[in-house]
């Protein structure tokens, strides 16, 4: 990864003990879709009507590779 996307920062935290005390943006993107993923999968309540469900097997297909 190219160093210029290290030196954005995506969340803070003073109290944190080590350093820095800050999280990349980059990998603070990583772990929001990482959780949303996650949570798609396993909450019925946000997913789409079945109407749609082959475009959403399209979009779990080419997210997960």
Do not use: F
Request: charged share 15%; proline share 9%; net charge positive.
């Amino acid at each position: 990864m190219p160093s210029h996307c290290l030196k954005h920062w995506g969340k803070a935290d003073k109290k944190y003990l080590g350093e820095p005390k800050w999280h990349p943006l980059a990998y603070h993107c990583l772990d929001v879709s990482s959780v949303a993923v996650a949570w798609w999968d396993a909450s019925p309540t946000i997913q789409p009507p079945s109407s749609l469900l082959s475009i959403t097997q399209t979009r779990s297909n080419l997210v997960r590779g």
